[in-house]
C-alpha cells in the first residue's frame, strides 16, 4: 500500500563491544575449545589473522544468542564485507515442521570487536505464534530499543527514529515489526548509516538486526543555511508537469491504475553543496545545478481526455502461447539482421511497483567456437506474454581466457552512440518514437565486463497529452564499439486524466516555495570507477579519490517533493511513485479490538488505498488476496498460468486474476460460475477458504459431522459446518462475545486481520 523507507542493510565499523544482560562482554577474548571445527587456513591467509578468533566468534555469538543457537552446529567463515570490515559469519540451516520448512540462521560478527554486524532468523516464531495473537507494535518497539540499546549502545545513543509514516507495498503477510533508527551527526541525518531491527509480530523475538556504521567518519561543520536558495533552485530548474501513479495501487477491478498529474522539480535525486550551490553527483562531484536538469526542455501539455490510452492488444485468454513467443522473437532478430536458431531459455516475472509483468526469454543459439581472447556475442530477448510485445533486449559479451582479451582503443562520440539508440527504437517501436522525450544526457559512463568496457546510456520518457509519465519510456545503452548491449521498454496501461483544469505553473511554484525547504544531510559519495581497463576517458579522471568519508549536502524533504496540480496541495514522491499524504496507520482507531492484527496487515499492503472501515465489510478478492499473502507468496507476484478458470466475472485482465486462479489451482476456491470478487464474502465462506489453504479440505468433505461447539452451529450450511468446526478446534475461528458464530454475516476487516494473522504460521508450514 505505502512504501517504506529504505534502509541500507549492511557493515558495523569497529566500536565498543556491547554488554550483554548479566555482564558478559562481547568482544576481544580468548579462544576457547567447543566442539568447532579448525580455522580454515584459506580465509586466514587471505584476510589476515583477525583480533577475534574462531572459536571465540563461536562463544560470542552463542552468549548473544544462547536458546536460538543452543545445540547447533554452526558453519564459520571469515569474510571481508563490504570491502571494509573483516567479519565472522556464523550460519546454521535446518528443517523444521516435519521437514515441511527450512529454518536458517544468520549471525555476522565483527572479526576485531565481536561486536554484532547483523543477525537473521526465519524462524523467530518456532511454532509458538501458531493461533497466538500479535503483539502490538507500541510493544515490538519497545522490545527493539532494548536489543538496539544491548548490542550496539554507544551507536544507538547517537540514533534518532527514521521517518516511518510510508509502509512496504509487499503485499505479502508480515510477520515482523520493522523499526529504523537513523545515525544524526550535529543535529543532521547520516543517510546509510543506522540501526535495524526485525521484531516477530507473535513472540516478540528478536528476528532480525543489522547494523550500517562508518566509525571513522568524520563530519563537516554544517554553518548556516544559504538564505533563498530554494528560489534559486527553482528558478534554474523549474518544475515540470509529470503523470504520477500511487503507490497504493488501483481499486479499479480492471487493475488499471490511475495517473495524477503533478508538478515537481525538474530533477531526481537532487543533492546541493552548502558552500558553493552547486549539484552534487552520487560520486561527489560538483556540477551547476542547471545542468541537473532532467529534460533539457518540455513540451506543452496537449489537454487529451479522461481514459486508458490502448496498448498492444492482447489475447482473450490473457496470455499469448509459447509458440506465438517464439514467434515474436524469431521475427526480432530478424529485424536486427540476425540469423540462427532461436530457442527458449526460460520465463520469469515479477513488479515494478503497482505494475505486474511477465516474460518469455528466448536466445539467439551461437555456435562459434570460443577462441581465447576473442569475444563471444549472446543475444537474448524478453517477449510480454500478455501482449506479445517486447520488453527487453540484451546482448552481452564472454571470453574464453579473460587474461588476453583486446580492449578497443577507439570510443565512438556520444552522439554517434544516440543515433544508434534512435536507430534501435525506430526499428523495435516505430509507433512509440514520437511520444518520447529524451532526458537529459549527463555523459557520465558506466563500466562492464565486456569487450567494450563502457556504456553509453539513454533514457527516453513516455509522452501522453505532452506530459511525461516517469515510470514508463524506453531505455538504450550503447558501448564504445557500437553495439546496442541493452534495450528495455515499460508501456503500461494507466488511466491518465486530460490536463484541463490544473493550475497554472506560476501557483505551482507559488505553492512550492511555500511548501519546500532544503535541509542539512551528510551522505557518503560512491567510490571511484575503477580506471585499470586502459581507456583513457577524461570524465572518469575529475572524480574524486576513492574514501569513505562523509560529504555534507542540501536536499528537500525525502518524501515531500510534488505539489497536486488539481488542488495546489503538496504531495509525498519517492521514487517516481506518489505517495498518500497520511500515515497509514492513522486509519484505525485507537483502542480498536483488533488494532494490532489490522496493524499487521497495515504493514503489510493489505488495506484499501482509501475508504476504509476497520468494521465494515470485506469483498471476496481483498479477502482471498490476505489469504494467500499469508502462505508466503506476495499475492502481487503470483502469476498467470495456462490453465483457465471457469468464473464469468474474474477475466484475465482483472487486477486479481493471477491470485484467483493460484487459489483455485491448490484447491482453496472451488471453480464455478461465478465468484463475485466484489460482493462481500461471509464469515463461514472465509473459512471454508482457510481450512482448505490448511490442507484439511478432505477431512472437512468426510461425511461424519464434527463437533461444533458454537450456539448457533445448527445455522452452518451443511457444506461448511466440518470445515467452521476444525477452524473452532485449531483454535482459528471464534465466536462473538457471546459465543456465536453468525455463519452467513459478513466478514470485517477487523475479523479479517484476526483470523488471517492467528492462521499465518501454519499457512506458512504448509507445502504447495
Request: proline letters at 5%; a negative charge; aromatic letters at 8%.
Amino acid at each position: 500500500m505505502l512504501l517504506s523507507l529504505l534502509f541500507v542493510m549492511g557493515v558495523c565499523a569497529a566500536g565498543e563491544a556491547a554488554n550483554a544482560a548479566g555482564g558478559t562482554v562481547w568482544g576481544t577474548g580468548t579462544a576457547k575449545a567447543g566442539g568447532v571445527e579448525a580455522p580454515a587456513a584459506e580465509q586466514g591467509a587471505k584476510l589476515g589473522t583477525p583480533v577475534i578468533s574462531r572459536d571465540r566468534a563461536v562463544e560470542i555469538a552463542r552468549e548473544m544468542f544462547p536458546e536460538m543457537l543452543d545445540g547447533k552446529d554452526l558453519d564459520v567463515e571469515l569474510s571481508e564485507y563490504m570491502g571494509r570490515t573483516k567479519t565472522w559469519r556464523l550460519n546454521w540451516s535446518g528443517l523444521l515442521d516435519s521437514g515441511r520448512r527450512v529454518e536458517h540462521i544468520s549471525v555476522m560478527l565483527d572479526a576485531e570487536t565481536g561486536a554484532l554486524v547483523n543477525m537473521y532468523c526465519n524462524s523467530a516464531t518456532a511454532g509458538d505464534g501458531i493461533g497466538a495473537a500479535v503483539v502490538s507494535r507500541e510493544a515490538a518497539l519497545q522490545k527493539a530499543e532494548e536489543y538496539a540499546k544491548k548490542f550496539r549502545p554507544a551507536e544507538f545513543a547517537r540514533t534518532r527514529p527514521a521517518n516511518e509514516n510510508y509502509f512496504s507495498l509487499s503485499g505479502m503477510m508480515g510477520t515482523t515489526y520493522a523499526f529504523v533508527w537513523e545515525r544524526g551527526e550535529n543535529g543532521i541525518p547520516v543517510k546509510g548509516d543506522g540501526i535495524h531491527v526485525g521484531i516477530d509480530v507473535y513472540s516478540g523475538k528478536l528476528a532480525n538486526f543489522s547494523v550500517n556504521w562508518h566509525d571513522d567518519a568524520v563530519f563537516p561543520q554544517p554553518g548556516a543555511l544559504p538564505e533563498g536558495l530554494e528560489a534559486r533552485v527553482l528558478q534554474e530548474l523549474g518544475l515540470m508537469l509529470c503523470y504520477q501513479v500511487t503507490e497504493a495501487g488501483s481499486e479499479d477491478p480492471s487493475g488499471v491504475p490511475g495517473a495524477s498529474l503533478v508538478y515537481q522539480l525538474n530533477s531526481l535525486e537532487l543533492k546541493i553543496d552548502p558552500s558553493s550551490e552547486e549539484a552534487l553527483t552520487p560520486e561527489g562531484r560538483k556540477t551547476p545545478i542547471g545542468q541537473y536538469k532532467l529534460f533539457s526542455g518540455l513540451p506543452a501539455p496537449s489537454g487529451g481526455i479522461d481514459g486508458v490510452e490502448p496498448l498492444v492488444s492482447s489475447p482473450s485468454s490473457g496470455r499469448i502461447s509459447q509458440a506465438d513467443a517464439q514467434k515474436k522473437a524469431e521475427e526480432f532478430f530478424k529485424k536486427l539482421g540476425l540469423e540462427g536458431e532461436v530457442t527458449r531459455n526460460g520465463e520469469g516475472g515479477g513488479n515494478d511497483g503497482i505494475f505486474f509483468y511477465e516474460s518469455m526469454n528466448f536466445g539467439l543459439k551461437n555456435d562459434e567456437r570460443p577462441t581465447n581472447g576473442v569475444e563471444r556475442r549472446s543475444r537474448s530477448v524478453d517477449i510480454d506474454t500478455r501482449t506479445g510485445d517486447v520488453m527487453s533486449y540484451q546482448n552481452s559479451s564472454s571470453y574464453d581466457g579473460r587474461q588476453d582479451m583486446v580492449v578497443p582503443e577507439k570510443t565512438i562520440s556520444a552522439d554517434a552512440a544516440r543515433a544508434k539508440a534512435l536507430e534501435m527504437i525506430k526499428l523495435i517501436h516505430p509507433e512509440r518514437l514520437e511520444t518520447l522525450l529524451e532526458k537529459q544526457r549527463d555523459d557520465i559512463y558506466e563500466y562492464g565486463f565486456n569487450a567494450s568496457a563502457m556504456t553509453y546510456n539513454f533514457h527516453f520518457a513516455r509522452l501522453v497529452n505532452g506530459v511525461p509519465f516517469l515510470r514508463d519510456g524506453i531505455w538504450v545503452a550503447v558501448d564504445a564499439g557500437g553495439e546496442v548491449v541493452s534495450y528495455d521498454c515499460k508501456w503500461h496501461e494507466v488511466r491518465f486524466p486530460s490536463t484541463a483544469g490544473i493550475i497554472t505553473g506560476a501557483d505551482a511554484e507559488k505553492a512550492f516555495l511555500e511548501n519546500m525547504r532544503l535541509k542539512f544531510a551528510y551522505y557518503y559519495p560512491s567510490e571511484k570507477s575503477d580506471l585499470r581497463r586502459g581507456i583513457f576517458i577524461p570524465e572518469l579522471l575529475e572524480l574524486p579519490s576513492t574514501e569513505s568519508q562523509p560529504a555534507l549536502c542540501l536536499v528537500f524533504d525525502e518524501n515531500l517533493k510534488g505539489i497536486d496540480a488539481v488542488t495546489g496541495q503538496p504531495l509525498a514522491l519517492e521514487f517516481g511513485g506518489l505517495l498518500p499524504w497520511t500515515k497509514d496507520l492513522s486509519a484505525i482507531p485507537a483502542g480498536h479490538w483488533a488494532y494490532n492484527a489490522l496493524t499487521v496487515l497495515a504493514t503489510s499492503g493489505l488495506l484499501p488505498s482509501d475508504g476504509f472501515d476497520p468494521d465494515g465489510p470485506v469483498s471476496s478478492r481483498d479477502a482471498v488476496r490476505a489469504l494467500m499473502s499469508a502462505t508466503e507468496s506476495s499475492y502481487q507476484s503470483y502469476r498467470q498460468s495456462n490453465g483457465k478458470i471457469s468464473y464469468v466475472d474474474v477475466t484475465p485482465k482483472d487486477r486479481d486474476y493471477a491470485v484467483i486462479q493460484a487459489a483455485v489451482r491448490r484447491g482453496v476456491l472451488e471453480d464455478g460460475e461465478r465468484f463475485l470478487p466484489d460482493q462481500p464474502v461471509a464469515r463461514e465462506e472465509l473459512v471454508v477458504w482457510l481450512v482448505r489453504a490448511l490442507g484439511y479440505g478432505e477431512i472437512a468433505g468426510m461425511p461424519a459431522r464434527i463437533e461444533l461447539n458454537a450456539p448457533d452451529a445448527d445455522l452452518a450450511s451443511e457444506k461448511a459446518r466440518n470445515y467452521v468446526a476444525i477452524a473452532y478446534g485449531l483454535g482459528l475461528a471464534r465466536g462473538d462475545a457471546n459465543g456465536f458464530f453468525r455463519p452467513d454475516d459478513p466478514v470485517t476487516w477487523a475479523e479479517l486481520a484476526s483470523l488471517v494473522t492467528r492462521a499465518t504460521p501454519r499457512l506458512r508450514a504448509v507445502n504447495y
